[in-house]
Nanobody, 126 residues
Framework: QVQLVESGGGLVQAGGSLRLSCAAS????????MGWFRQAPGLEREFVAA????????YYDNSLKGRFTISRDNAKNTAYLQMNSLKPEDMAVYYC???????????????????WGQGTQVTVSS
């Protein structure tokens, strides 16, 4: 059974940093593309960042580019999201997602992903 487990969320002051991790497990599962999405209370889930299997291609929501960095370590089946200069509007539950296939481009649509984690809360105090 495939599982994605996020960690690294928590409470941080505005201007601070957090690094989220997403560990994928499953007997023979090797995640293809991986992505991060977030959902704030009362809002729809939105795309944050994605990375291809090789790590060679990444894509970000335009509003987050420059503050957030996605990366991965295939030896550990883990993806990361480094978040710097956090703002109160970044507060949300952050979800990790993975594809089975290996698309050439980083998927930005949630429907393109096959597996999801349970989410980790990020709280930013002003």
């Amino acid at each position: 059974q495939v599982q994605l487990v996020e960690s690294g969320g928590g409470l941080v002051q505005a201007g601070g940093s957090l690094r989220l991790s997403c560990a994928a497990s499953g007997r023979t599962f090797s995640p293809g593309a991986m992505g991060w999405f977030r959902q704030a209370p009362g809002l729809e889930r939105e795309f944050v960042a994605a990375i291809t299997w090789s790590g060679g291609n990444t894509y970000y929501d335009n509003s987050l580019k420059g503050r957030f960095t996605i990366s991965r370590d295939n030896a550990k089946n883990t993806a990361y999201l480094q978040m710097n200069s956090l703002k109160p509007e970044d507060m949300a539950v952050y979800y990790c997602a993975a594809t089975v296939g290996r698309p050439i481009s980083p998927p930005v649509n949630s429907q393109q992903y096959d597996y999801w984690g349970q989410g980790t809360q990020v709280t930013v105090s002003s």
